[in-house]
């Protein structure tokens, strides 16, 4: 298995790359690595098996436009894409530019034949044990016809039963409503699409206050929309975990309080911890190519880092292939 | 005080709106109330002071189309609405259809000159203590210009102003992006129109995660993104609580945790229930018409009930009227 890391994009600096890149070695120490970024930097990793370190010498601005991006050939994300495809590799990942990624990606590495439009998509959690469902595309477009939006529930439906090996999935629609008729202009379009379409098991309307109950496998939306669903749902839960723990801290009766529940708000708030999400795979190019987080952290960039080993593991883009033809 | 009440609206029976009607009555005992539905449901407020009991038929669907409710006049909204003309009443109170509470009240209680579009409005707690943002628009429409984002953005700005006696209240846009260039179609292109705007303090663009930060004073959004910013906090908001409560009920040392803890822990649930929230003003008509949430509870319903009395005890109308001019 071959990554290439861009260790130079995000907007934590390269100590959360490095740091995320060495617990992925101790991990997996059978996967060779293509780094990318500032060679005085990257060091530490120097005459380490398996690693090859290749310069770039700018960074891409998080507010680039996309086809400056292109341009920026000595940029650390335009060097990742070239190694990647210089070395034949299986997984790109990047904590930079949406915008930039995604058009370099599609440029060069190219959208998979019938493919419009390539999406973002990752697993939420959802208050059922093990139980998460998928979101797409949370990002990676700005406004999308009627068709985008279908591609979007075949990919959804697609990646679901790869990554989850269940057969039927339940797709949804995000809106403001459960009824036919509620929706954006285009999500009202869009519906009878997928209401016909017989490859994926279409349920109907959802709205937005009701998949984390986990009663859905995958979530289809417009790239802004998804985006605004995504950040509310990362937001109100950072939140919440923030108020709860102040709560403990207030007073020695609370704080014993904690000793004795702090397991279980533990595990709530690592469930819900979008840290943990683990990227966003960007689905429709020919390639694992993974958006990690702009603002990742050591955690939230290995949680890309082990996102993008288990969608190479599954084969991910051959049997999306396979079963799109 | 004059409040007509939509006694029959809402998914949750008419047990709700009764319940939070009798304990409204006994907090404002001046409030003179017109209670409409179905007058033997209604009979436990006969004889009562200062209370009109308003005889309706049918019970308008919550997926009624907007031009059948107008026609539907039998309906305990539509009788609402013309008793609320007919009376020269300061408030009404609706559970029912957001979409037919919005035609009915543009067509018969007609909307203040210069507004095109009204919109839903509706505080939102923070992890700050006792500071608020409110977000407009909240779902009265599913598609806007960027001339309606303007008029939502002084709206809100006028809302929060006279609500939390705030003179110059950070209006902020609704994004994908903080960058001014981000955005959906639509508020890429209301962003100019904010930033010229004198008699708004715009700020530029927020992420969807940040508003329950506390920082901001009105959040600005299309209807149906707003709509889904609204119940993707409150659904996460929901779901956190009851893993909260679930992680207590574990064992026994776990609800000996919650008896230490259990004040502070409550006070989170409360803060972030969006059955404390009162409803929505349905700000530019020509009243104070509140939608209260569809599958309202006593609780929510009384809520709603007490927003529309502060709404009316503040004058918003006529302070607003006031400040367009």
Redesign the interface.
Known sequence: MKFVIDMMGGDSGIEATIGATKEFIKRHPNVELFLIGDLNALETFKNHNNIHLVESKTVLKM?VDPLTALKEKDSSLMVAIETYLANNCDCLISAGSTGALLSAAIFKIKRIPGITRPCLITSFP??KKNKKFVVCDL?AN??NTKEELLQFAKMGSIYYSIVYQEENPKVYL?S??T?E?????VSKEAYPLLKDCKSINFKGNI???????GDIDVLVSDG??G??????????????????K???K?NV??M??????????N??KE??DYKNVGGALLMGVNGVVIKAHGSSDVRSFLSALENGYKLVEVDIVNKFKKELA
């Open positions: 507010d959802t208050i990002g700005n406004s995000l403001n409503g009824e008729e509620k929706g954006s202009p709205e937005a206050r009701d998949p984390l109950y802004y929309t985006n605004i669903f995504l950040k509310s749902v990362e937001g109100t839960a950072k939140v919440m975990s923030k108020m709860i102040d709560a403990f207030k009766l609370t014993i309080g904690y000793l004795f529940s702090k397991k279980g708000i595990e709530i469930k819900m």
